[in-house]
């Protein structure tokens, strides 16, 4: 009986098409605390595969299964890279996945320092015409970020990176007037 499942090889290619798409990461600098022990480690062993993620991408609560998938490809990958010997590896012999005590470090540094969210009950400024499109839209993809996390002038970079990671992960990219309101929004409820 065939099976459905492409080989190993296949799925390592499918695999790195994936991370193409990926959103691109941060310099290294960016991280908050970039001195730290985790934010080293994040830098470290995330940069394997792909650019280095902000901290602020997902919610203390998003972080631990994306993190824990993470874990998991490394420690895949790393096994591939050596049983597939040399020129078929396409590098993965060079991943090298965290010790357990490293993989605590950095769900902790990425949980310490992840993006505050809500929700639609506790939204500040709740009533304003275009909460309730900011939490559709916004929670799409991700948990509902806290609207006063951020100041007013700094929400429309953030809009406009989300819009870009929109178009580089294939979801519907919120439409521009649908980006002018929900940065109305955030910036009526933002941080003062």
Known sequence: MASDTPPAWMRHGMMMDMMADMPRGIPERD?????S?????????????HGIPS?????????VP??????????????????????MSMGMSRISPPSRDEEGAILDYLRANAFRSTTVE????????????????????????????????EWAAVVARMRQ????????????????????YLQHAARR
Not at 128 to 151: E, G, I, V
Not at 165 to 182: K, L, P, Q, S
Request: some cysteine; charged content about 20%.
């Open 31 to 35: 991280l908050p605390d970039p001195g």
């Open 37 to 49: 022990r985790g934010a080293r480690l994040v830098a470290s062993y995330c940069s394997q595969c």
């Open 55 to 63: 901290p602020r991408t997902h919610s203390a609560a998003d972080w």
């Open 66 to 87: 994306t993190a824990r998938r993470m874990f998991l490809r490394m420690e895949h990958m790393s096994r591939m890279g050596g049983m597939m010997g040399h020129g």
């Open 122 to 153: 506790a939204l500040p400024e709740s009533t304003h015409p275009d909460a309730a499109l900011f939490a559709r839209m916004c929670s799409r993809c991700h948990a509902l970020p806290d609207p006063t996390q951020h100041t007013s002038a």
């Open 165 to 184: 990671n929109m178009r580089t992960m294939g979801v519907r990219e919120v439409t521009d007037e649908e980006a002018a309101a929900i940065i109305g």
